[in-house]
């Protein structure tokens, strides 16, 4: 697709791609959802003013705490340090853009669509009231009241929305950040902040995966009405709450480092060039990061003290707890040690990080607290824990801020007002210590309970005025920047002085292609190589001790001749489909629930054709795929008849059915839009790529996506086999009545899906000696494989679900068994899909030859995996 | 927690009532104030610290015109600064940085087996003898079944320095049963069952809040938990008798008969 339009144009934020814009959205989206969660928090406040206070009741407070706790948590605090990272990550390590920009789109178009969904809940009845953490089986419709149900749901299909985005986001700057480094630039080199964003990413691949398996097994007990959580008959299950606070924790752990990583990057920078000192003991704070990264995955248990969890495993918990204190003491001290001798200026960004730095000391040891078992016997659901994480988490967003007003310069050319800046601290650190240290002070205060002991008053009365300073300080801010950006204090490369990292080597704003040359560090020092282009005028001016140099001559700059592309509709439209089906979804009842997927089958074979002819020119294929929708419609209408009756089914289907019937239409029309759409991202030619120098992007991501795919499989897994556990192993299946379950069609099936991972590489195979029909032949292949396999499911499943009445809802065995294997099948029509779409492209000569062949490479890794999850899954619900 | 298994013997104003030396009060109040004391000491310091460094080392230079933030013309120090377009490095000062990271980790690691003798001591406390109770959390309030058979909801009535072990599960929703002033607290799962204990040195009235949001009536599930005298407290092995000796008690206390017993009152 074609050229940016200007930035006046509402038109250009609809279809860019490039990672400044991006940015720029992701920080002003996330902005209005910090003041939006900012109003529930005071209305929380405002309650709390008397110990019996009266402007919210029950439903209303559980409501504004849950939300207040999601909204800031997930589209503020991540969103808003991804604003950054997404403007300042390529700049840093010398990239043009990320790797994949139009999924970079997406991931922002996810976001500001899953967050709209989010606020939709508050209009459906009412949001979710379970409070952030959701526990179950409170999270269920057996115990949420009738009116919240619909808006409920729709919470949880928001997050599922969001982590979407967040996943996309997650495979994107990991390859970025290996693979796209400028020359010279190793791991150890990247400045702080991308850095520690690449942790992040790395936590957020996996515990969102485990996130988003344990929120569709919670949907799916909303949805199909399995009994993960509560029975047919509405009493909960034995183990669902506690599986439910393992899933969940096991995410939310990282989430904390999540959150905190970012602003931790940026405090350093933002240490480090006020103090004008180089990060002390710098190649041990990022080890204690790795560190923290790696350990944040086995402290999950520290907030599960007062469950059912033995003392042994109580114990082991409480030494990784501890263990995981130490690196962040070494990280403070090494931030204070950077001060001395330095040369420090109190301006706005070094104040707010000193600020925070504060503020976290304080979450810091108060954590500790919590860290001693026996104290955290007493302080578990009080206001000390309430206490504790606003140090902690609110630490974070106060740097944000910090960085805020380090980068404003840098992404608007403009300088802010230093007076006004200094006036928000003041505002926002007194507001911030009179709105969260009183809490310590009346720590008994029950967590999530709207009225209190009078006793307490007078502290919940500060904290409440607190709370309102806390909010005023950023009217201050809005007010700066806003009149900054017309102000005509020019910026040119860098405001301040000690930078050091590349972001402050270009102009401000940066142009759209970031650099004057291609950037190297090779040399030991950045430097930009001329482009051979007309615009190497930009170099002389990125000035610095003369480190700077173009050199036209040289050859490796070839990279940029490439013409990028940098807009497409896509990326919205597809998410706005996800939009149109997340809402739909929240009010689909269980009979109507999975016809609307069905119908999109035979709509994506449609547009495959008719999309294929149009990009391609019309081949055989496309008519074979546009006949071939008529008779897979056909079989839709018949089973939808079969099941609800055409006519009177569709009367009945409500407005929630048409809404997902329209946003799976949408989807299946806009993925094959965007599937068909040639976007050029040109992969820089020479870059720094330790470890992955032999691996190409795509794949690069490929790998990464599947790493968070095996932690979505491992959550199912893993809640089929702590269930299966709880009940008793090995009365499990006698007790749904099965006792010489078949073994034969999950046998069968298996070697069905082992030759169709034959039939891919040998595509692959002739993809690259370039025979176009054998190529095309074996893809075939494979999705014959597949249809086999699900055939056969079909079969199996029409004998036990229809025959034998062994329903979704029947007991724990049929829930695990249908959802987890469901789940896999789900997998294998995506596959099938894909294969069409291959063999489509395959048809009109695509990929053939070894530097084309990649994409049949990526797809056969993807089925290689779906066929290996069936190796572990045969056993699990076949044979043991 | 686990029980020590003794059976219930009558609990009638005996003397020979078995009490543990500390109760949970007891060792949370100590941890509390020595982490109180310590942390705030620790956090005095190195935040003091913190602040004065900064202050000491504040750049002298003024600003200069047209610019926003200035580097200094000339060092006085041997300082490397930042240089922008370099490949990173640490600045010096990693010996005095491994020097703070051990003493806090020393007072770290001590803390917290300090902390954890005192776990073991709260996870097993062993008395001779003990009284069981089983709680079940329902929405919104507690069920209570002593060993007896007797089973109430509402208020609970226990005799004061006996050791009550309470064994902890729900109906519905995740619950998490908590007695602020005896500090014993526990999470009420469904299907799951947890143990926590007390020792109430003093009568009178207690609470029983629910620490878990489970649902809208959460935040007024509070119950009370009335702490009588042990000569008080007449336990029966026959459930028909306690329970009329219960129903009798509630009466008198909700009348204000019994406020001459409390020392402690909400």
Redesign the interface.
């Given at each position: 697709m074609g050229d940016l339009p200007p930035k006046s144009s509402v038109k250009r934020w609809l279809v860019t791609t490039n990672h400044k814009d991006i940015g720029i959205l992701y920080l002003l989206t996330s902005i209005v959802f910090l003041v939006l969660a900012g109003v529930l928090a005071l209305l929380i406040r405002v309650q709390m003013l008397d110990p019996g206070g009266t402007i919210l009741n029950d439903a209303g407070y559980n409501q504004v705490v849950t939300s207040h706790g999601l909204l800031m948590i997930f589209w503020f605090l991540s969103p808003f340090a991804f604003g950054f990272a997404n403007y300042l990550v390529p700049l840093q390590i010398g990239a043009d853009d990320l790797a994949f920009p139009r999924l970079n789109a997406m991931s922002y178009w996810l976001y500001l669509f899953s967050g709209i969904v989010m606020l939709t809940s508050f209009f459906q009845g009412a949001t979710f009231m379970g409070g952030w953490t959701m526990y179950a089986p409170l999270n269920v419709p057996a115990y949420i009241p009738e009116f919240g149900e619909i808006g409920s749901f729709a919470t949880v299909l928001a997050l599922i929305i969001f982590v979407g985005s967040v996943t996309i986001g997650s495979v994107n700057f990991l390859t970025t950040i290996y693979r796209m480094r400028a020359p010279g630039l190793r791991m150890r080199d990247v400045p702080l902040f991308s850095l520690s964003i690449l942790l992040t990413v790395w936590m957020m691949l996996f515990a969102f995966a485990a996130y988003l398996g344990a929120l569709i097994i919670l949907s799916s007990d909303h949805l199909l009405s399995t009994t993960y959580f509560s029975l047919a008959d509405g009493t909960s299950t034995d183990g669902g709450s506690l599986l439910w606070t393992h899933l969940f924790w096991f995410f939310g752990h990282p989430e904390v480092y999540i959150v905190f990583f970012p602003a931790l990057g940026a405090l350093a920078e933002i240490v480090q060039t006020f103090s004008g000192r180089r990060l002390v003991g710098r190649k041990w704070f990022i080890i204690a990061m790795v560190l923290v990264t790696i350990q944040s995955f086995i402290v999950w248990m520290h907030h599960m003290f007062l469950t059912s969890i033995n003392l042994e495993i109580k114990t082991v918990i409480m030494v990784t707890t501890i263990a995981i204190s130490l690196p962040f003491d070494l990280m403070v001290f090494s931030l204070i040690y950077t001060m001395i001798k330095g040369k420090v200026r109190w301006k706005t960004p070094f104040l707010f990080g000193l600020g925070a730095l504060f503020i976290f000391i304080i979450g810091g040891i108060t954590g500790v607290f919590l860290g001693a078992i026996v104290l955290d016997y007493s302080f578990r659901g009080t206001y000390w824990v309430v206490a504790h994480f606003h140090y902690v988490m609110a630490s974070s967003a106060v740097i944000l801020i910090g960085a805020v007003y380090y980068w404003f310069p840098k992404m608007t050319g403009k300088m802010y007002n230093e007076f006004l800046g200094k006036v928000h601290f003041a505002l926002a650190f007194v507001g911030f210590n009179l709105l969260y240290f009183p809490m310590f002070v009346v720590w008994e205060t029950p967590r999530r309970a709207f009225h209190f002991d009078a006793g307490f008053t007078i502290w919940h009365q500060v904290a409440t005025a607190g709370a309102f300073l806390f909010a005023a300080s950023f009217l201050v801010m809005f007010y700066n920047l806003a009149k900054s950006l017309y102000s005509d204090r020019m910026v040119e490369d860098t405001p301040w002085a000690y930078t050091g990292s590349a972001e402050w080597a270009v102009s401000s704003p940066p142009p759209l292609e970031n650099f004057p040359g291609k950037p190297s560090f090779a040399s030991g020092q950045l430097e930009f190589l001329g482009r051979p282009e007309a615009d190497g005028g930009i170099e002389g001016e990125a000035a610095t001790d003369g480190g700077m140099t173009a050199d036209a001559g040289d050859a490796v700059v070839a990279g940029h001749d490439e013409h990028a592309d940098h807009a497409s509709w896509w990326p919205v439209l597809v998410s706005s489909a996800a939009l149109i089906t997340g809402i739909g979804l929240s009010g689909l009842t269980t009979s109507y629930a999975v016809w609307p997927f069905l119908l999109a089958i035979p709509a994506f074979v449609a547009f495959l054709g008719i999309e294929g002819a149009r990009k391609d020119g019309f081949l055989p294929i496309h008519g074979i795929y546009m006949a071939a929708s008529f008779p897979l419609l056909a079989g839709f209408l018949i089973a939808f008849h079969a099941h609800h009756g055409i006519a009177s089914g569709l009367a009945d289907a409500g407005m929630y059915f048409w809404l997902t019937l329209i946003g799976a239409f949408w989807g299946t029309y806009t993925l094959v839009g965007m599937g068909y759409e040639s976007f050029d991202v040109p992969e820089p030619r020479i870059a720094e790529q330790w470890p992955f120098e032999s691996v190409e992007n795509t794949k690069l991501g490929m790998w990464v996506f599947l790493g968070s795919d095996i932690m979505l499989f491992g959550a199912f897994i893993g809640a089929y086999i702590f269930t299966r556990f709880e009940f008793g192993w090995t009365d499990w299946w006698e007790a749904a009545g099965y006792t010489s379950k078949a073994v034969w069609p999950g046998l069968l099936n298996t070697y069905v899906l082992l030759f169709s991972s034959f039939t891919v590489v040998l595509a692959l195979h002739y993809a690259r000696k370039e025979q176009k029909w054998k190529t095309a032949g074996f893809l075939g292949l494979t999705f014959a494989g597949a249809s086999a396999f699900m055939v056969n499911k079909a079969i199996e499943w029409n004998e036990l679900y229809l025959n034998q009445g062994w329903t979704f809802n029947s007991d724990l065995m049929a829930s695990t068994y249908y959802f987890t294997t469901g789940l896999h099948a789900i997998h294998v029509v995506i596959g099938m899909l894909i294969v069409l779409f291959l063999i489509a492209r395959t048809w009109n000569g695509a990929y053939m030859g070894e530097d084309e062949a990649g994409t049949i490479e990526y797809y056969g890794l993807y089925w290689h995996f779906v066929d290996i999850v069936w190796l572990f899954l045969f056993p699990l619900f076949y044979i043991l | 927690m686990t029980g020590s298994g003794v059976t219930p013997i009558s609990l009638l104003g005996d003397a020979t009532i078995s009490q543990l030396s500390r109760t949970q009060v007891d060792?949370?109040s100590e941890?509390?104030l020595v982490?109180l004391v310590l942390?705030t000491i620790?956090?005095v310091v190195?935040?003091a610290?913190?602040?004065h460094?900064?202050?000491k080392?504040?750049?002298t230079?003024p600003d200069a015109e047209g610019?926003?933030?200035?580097?200094?013309e000339y060092d006085d120090?041997d300082?490397?600064?930042?240089?922008?377009?370099?490949?990173?490095?640490?600045?010096?000062?990693?010996k005095?940085?491994?020097l703070?990271?051990g003493i806090?980790?020393v007072l770290?690691?001590g803390?917290?087996i300090y902390?954890?003798s005192?776990?073991l001591y709260?996870?097993n406390p062993d008395p001779e003898e003990e009284m069981e109770i089983e709680v079940e959390g329902f929405?919104f309030g507690w069920a209570y079944e002593y060993e007896n058979g007797y089973s109430t909801s509402n208020e609970l009535i226990v005799p004061a320095d006996e050791v009550v072990s309470l064994e902890i599960t729900?109906r519905?929703?995740?619950h998490?049963y908590?007695i602020?002033g005896l500090?014993a607290?526990?999470?009420a799962?469904?299907?799951?069952?947890?143990d926590?204990w007390f020792q109430a040195e003093e009568t009178g009235e207690y609470k029983a809040?629910?620490?878990?949001?489970?649902?809208?009536?959460?935040?007024?599930m509070r119950e009370d938990v009335l702490v009588l005298p042990p000569e008080e407290f007449e336990w029966s092995d026959d459930p028909d008798e306690f329970e009329e000796w219960y129903d009798d008690t509630r009466d008198a206390w909700q009348s204000g008969e019994l406020d001459h017993l409390m020392e402690v009152t909400n």
């Open positions: - | 060792v949370f941890l509390y982490y942390g620790v956090g190195v935040i610290y913190m602040l460094s900064a202050y080392y504040r750049s230079a610019r926003y933030d200035i580097e200094e120090d300082v490397v600064r930042p240089r922008l377009g370099e490949l990173p490095t640490g600045g010096k000062g990693g005095k940085l491994f703070s990271f806090s980790a770290v690691l803390l917290i902390a954890y005192l776990l709260i996870e929405q729900s519905d929703v995740m998490n908590g602020p500090r607290k526990a999470d799962m469904p299907g799951q069952t947890t926590t809040i629910c620490y878990e949001l489970c649902g809208n009536g959460h935040s007024n």
